[in-house]
Nanobody
Framework: VQLQAYGGGLVQAGGSLRLSCAAS????????MGWFRQAPGKEREFVAG?????GYADSVKGRFTISRDNAKNTVYLQMNSLKPEDTAVYYC????????????????????WGQGTLVTVSS
């Protein structure tokens, strides 16, 4: 499985961005997907997950929305009301087998990762 994340960029605080992650494979609808982020000097952390149900980190609840289009093999992360502390490299991840509905908030839950896309939020 190959994952290609894109859509990052520079945005002012309060603005919005939508990240996309395109996945290879013919069984995308059976994958659990996740978004993580890593800020400079920090550990990679869970942001949002989707596997029949969705879940979010407390820091992004109410501002970020994960969604997926199985026909396009793509998962999205809509980010609204962005804050400077959201600045990070954002990674998408896939877990190719799971029992759901659930989401997976741990890095070790996923077996494929994309290359990351940088989001910078200016104050």
């Amino acid at each position: 499985v190959q994952l290609q994340a894109y859509g990052g960029g520079l945005v002012q605080a309060g603005g919005s961005l939508r990240l996309s992650c395109a996945a290879s494979g013919r069984t995308f609808s059976s994958y659990a997907m996740g978004w993580f982020r890593q800020a400079p000097g920090k550990e990679r952390e869970f942001v949002a997950g989707s596997g029949g149900r969705t879940g979010y980190a407390d820091s992004v609840k109410g501002r970020f929305t994960i969604s997926r289009d199985n026909a396009k093999n793509t998962v999205y992360l809509q980010m609204n009301s962005l804050k400077p502390e959201d600045t990070a490299v954002y990674y998408c991840a896939a877990r190719t087998s799971y029992s759901g509905p659930r989401y997976y908030p741990e890095r070790d839950d996923y077996n494929y990762w994309g290359q990351g896309t940088l989001v910078t939020v200016s104050s």
